[in-house]
């Protein structure tokens, strides 16, 4: 068996026939995932847990479901029971919740494998997964599968880079604002963003009760498919006939792309062409503008309430100041520290005011708007979805500078709007960059509750886009 092929999909039918063993899989997941350290993608590896669950499966499972022994990682701020639930803080280092978050008991019925929890950017803060709390390599950061002097995205980084280096086929993040998709593209795996409600969000460490939401990340987009359907319910879904696919590109969306991504770019909108799907310019002049009403709004006004309701709900007694305190990364310190925890937004001439009108304001007027924006767009120009870079450049290196706040808007960019709207993306890996040789991603947002649609698009991607080869191994 090649493990650097293996998907989730071929794991799942292979375990079924008897053609390998659970053992053999999550042995081989654990072997890689040690071999792998410096990638700093995990905080805690249950091998333990893992190797009693595989062989309990190989002994007495049951074949017949969807990830019947299947080795999967959970991102460390959504709770599973038994082990650390840090979301990537030094305060809640010690936190071991006792049952597992709604989305992680699906995957379990389902019959998965959780070998461990992935680290992220701290309190799930950022982009660049550059988390000064926890390392098991010989630097801070979590790091690229393809380069590990350069950042895997965030926040949910630790699971795109044991994607993106083979450990396992799949797993679960969690996406405010690009958090599934950027590590996705930034380490060549395939990703969804659900729409807002999809998912249950209990047991999930928050930032925004508005735009939170956890998402599964995956090999390929039929795995991606397989986990949604495992959490949300419902029948396989069938590749979609891209002949009958309709997609819109705005060109405000390839602002600041490097060369590798635009030429990726405009090289996978002619496949697509080629394979039939129907491409169209269309125009979106008030999305940044209205988007920038809603983004940092909302985030942060709904980040100090969530938060201390999440407290209370861990039972560790831990006050939101004493978590505050306690934060490692400058970025997300200075966050909350100067925002959060105040409760302030730069207003209009960049000066510290009070954040509840601002709020008020993008829930009551600006989201509204946003949505009807992206209603009114996927109606008259009958998309099926909108195409554009996941990030307008491949992976940076990783530093502290890497979370500085002009990279952070850098990279989420094109994924911020629709995590506003509470709409479904995709992320699709593409191709490695003719320069840099570091994946490249392409991201369709389809309209509210439009998400089995997108994936049976992702699906038929699958075949024109092939999967990136593996990174090398040293």
């Known amino acids: 068996m090649d493990f650097d092929q293996l998907t989730l999909t071929q794991a799942a039918a292979d375990l079924c026939t008897g ?64 082990l650390p639930c840090s979301a990537g803080t030094p305060a809640l280092k010690d936190y071991v919740p006792t049952a597992d978050a709604p989305v992680v008991a699906k995957l379990r019925a389902a019959g998965a494998v959780i070998i461990g929890k992935t680290s992220m950017h701290e309190l799930a803060f950022g982009i660049s997964g550059y988390n000064t709390a926890f390392k098991t390599g010989p630097e801070f950061g979590v790091r690229n599968a393809y380069d590990r002097t350069l950042i895997a995205g965030g926040s949910s980084s630790g699971t795109g880079a044991a994607l993106g280096a083979r450990i396992v086929a799949g797993g679960l993040g969690t996406d405010t604002g690009g958090s599934v998709r950027v590590p996705a593209a930034l380490n060549g795996c395939a990703s969804l963003r659900p729409t807002v ?102 985030a942060l006004y709904e980040a100090f309430d969530d938060m201390v309701a999440y407290l209370a709900h861990t039972g560790t007694g831990i006050t939101i100041e004493a978590l505050a305190q306690d934060i490692a990364s400058p970025d997300v310190k200075g966050t909350y520290d100067g925002l959060v925890i105040p409760r302030k937004l730069p207003g209009p001439d960049n000066t510290l005011v ?70 479904p993306g995709i992320q699709i890996p593409i191709a490695l960059g003719a320069t840099s040789k570091l994946p490249i991603g392409l991201e369709l947002d389809g309209p509210a509750g439009s998400d089995r649609r997108l994936l049976a698009v992702g699906m038929a991607l699958d075949s024109v886009f092939g999967r990136l080869p593996p990174p090398r191994r040293s």
Not at 207 to 217: E, K, L, Q, V, Y
Not at 235 to 262: C, H, S, W, Y
Not at 391 to 414: H, K, M
């Open 19 to 82: 053609t390998v063993t659970s053992m053999a899989l999550t042995k081989e997941a654990l072997a890689r995932a040690k071999a792998d350290a410096d990638l700093n993608a995990f905080v805690t590896l249950d091998e333990t847990g893992a190797l009693r669950a595989a062989a309990a499966f190989d002994a007495a499972g049951d074949k017949s479901k969807p990830l019947g022994g299947v080795p999967v990682v959970i991102k460390d701020n959504i709770e599973v029971a038994g």
């Open 197 to 298: 409600g999809r998912y249950p969000q209990a047991g999930i460490a928050p930032i925004s009760h508005t735009r939170d939401t956890a998402g599964p990340m995956a090999a390929t987009m039929a795995d991606v498919e397989l986990l949604d359907r495992v959490i949300a319910g419902g029948d396989t879904v069938a590749p979609a006939d891209l002949k009958q696919v309709r997609i819109g590109i705005v060109k405000t969306m390839f602002a600041n792309l490097d060369a590798d991504t635009e030429a990726a770019f405009n090289a996978a909108i002619a496949k697509v062409t080629a394979q039939g799907v129907t491409v169209v310019e269309i125009e979106m002049p008030e999305l940044a503008e209205l988007n920038s009403q809603v983004g940092f709004p909302v």
């Open 354 to 423: 009070d954040a509840k009108p601002i709020y008020d304001a993008a829930i009551k007027t600006a989201r509204p708007a946003l949505q009807a924006l992206y209603g009114r767009t996927f109606s008259a120009n009958k998309l099926d979805a909108i195409a554009f870079p996941t990030t307008p450049c491949v992976a940076i290196a990783s530093n502290a500078d890497s979370s500085s706040l002009e990279n952070f808007g850098l990279f989420i960019q094109n994924t911020d709007p629709g995590s506003n709207a509470g709409i």
